[in-house]
């Protein structure tokens, strides 16, 4: 059974950073990539990053390039996102997800497994 934690979520103040992590388990994963998405009150669920299954080509959301690097540890089934400079507008309930694919896409119908989800929440 596969299952995906995150951690790292919490409470900060603008422009400060935080890194979430994700830990698989119950598989390899070593040939899907993995990716970050986000869901703000009444909003629908974003795109934030992805990476492939090696841990190359990384991509994200046009508006967070610069300020989000996504990395994963395929030896320890883990992916991370590091957040720079977070703003209010980055508040979000923030999900990792397992792809079906090893280069992943921005579509969240793309993946197949994903975490309950860490609350980020950045105060002005």
């Known amino acids: 059974q596969v299952q995906l934690v995150e951690s790292g979520g919490g409470l900060v103040q603008a422009g400060a950073s935080m890194r979430l992590s994700c830990v698989a388990s119950g598989g390899t994963f070593s040939r899907n990539a993995m990716g970050w998405f986000r869901q703000a009150p009444g909003k629908e669920r974003e795109f934030v990053a992805r990476?492939?299954?090696?841990?190359?080509?990384?991509y994200y959301a046009g508006s967070l390039k610069g300020r989000f690097t996504i990395s994963r540890d395929n030896a320890k089934n883990t992916v991370n996102l590091q957040m720079n400079s977070l703003k209010p507008e980055d508040t979000a309930v923030y999900y990792c997800?397992?792809?079906?694919?090893?280069?992943?896409?921005?579509?969240?119908?793309?993946?197949?497994?994903w975490g309950q989800g860490t609350q980020v929440t950045v105060a002005s």
């Open positions: 990476i492939s299954g090696a841990g190359g080509n990384p």
């Open positions: 997800a397992v792809a079906t694919t090893f280069f992943g896409s921005d579509w969240a119908g793309n993946y197949d497994y």
